[in-house]
């Protein structure tokens, strides 16, 4: 008695159930709600639990594919369900340079952008706008600082 081999099915999950899974928010194509440190390879392993079907592509900003490392401002995902793949930018607030990390060079960089001796775009814009008002102001620049000194953190 021969059964004939399973027929393989479309992933059947939604973008949004994927990130609900992941615990992130949609807006534009942007992603926000990772924690600072994420890790790549994490991140892929919660969407192949869901649906080991969904194929999940990282990418950092340059666009290099990658399967590990830190999750950084600035790359790209790839999430691809029922025939629809969907780019999305990853925005971790304040990581505002694109490594992954809040330090004192994305504070510099903050400061820049406001005194306007430099610009920010895109994903980077977004990240700096850590008080999460949709602008950047003094009031991002006061909360990165105060993250950066212990005194409080910037949610994600």
């Known amino acids: 008695n021969l059964t004939p081999p399973p027929v393989p099915t479309e992933p059947t999950r939604t973008h ?3 990130l ?5 928010a949609n807006s534009s194509n942007y992603l ?3 924690a600072v440190g994420s890790d790549v ?3 892929i392993a919660k969407v192949r639990a869901l ?6 592509v990282a990418k950092r900003a340059d666009g290099t594919q990658i399967a590990n490392g830190t999750l950084a401002t600035g790359m790209q995902m790839t999430i691809t369900t029922n025939g629809s793949a969907v780019n999305y930018t990853v925005v971790i607030r304040g990581d505002i340079n694109g490594d992954g990390k809040l330090s004192a060079v ?3 960089k903050l ?3 406001l ?3 430099s610009s920010l775009n895109g994903a980077y814009l977004h990240s700096a706008d850590t008080s999460r008002d949709g602008k950047t102001s003094a009031v991002d620049y006061v909360k990165l600082r105060n993250h950066l000194d212990n005194k409080s953190a910037i949610a994600q």
């Open 16 to 18: 949004q159930e994927v």
């Open 41 to 43: 390879e994490r991140i």
């Open 106 to 108: 994305d504070y510099v």
């Open 111 to 113: 400061r820049n952008y």
């Open 20 to 24: 609900g899974t992941l615990g992130v």
């Open 51 to 56: 649906d080991s079907s969904i194929p999940v």
């Open 32 to 34: 926000t709600g990772f």
């Open 115 to 117: 005194d306007g001796a």
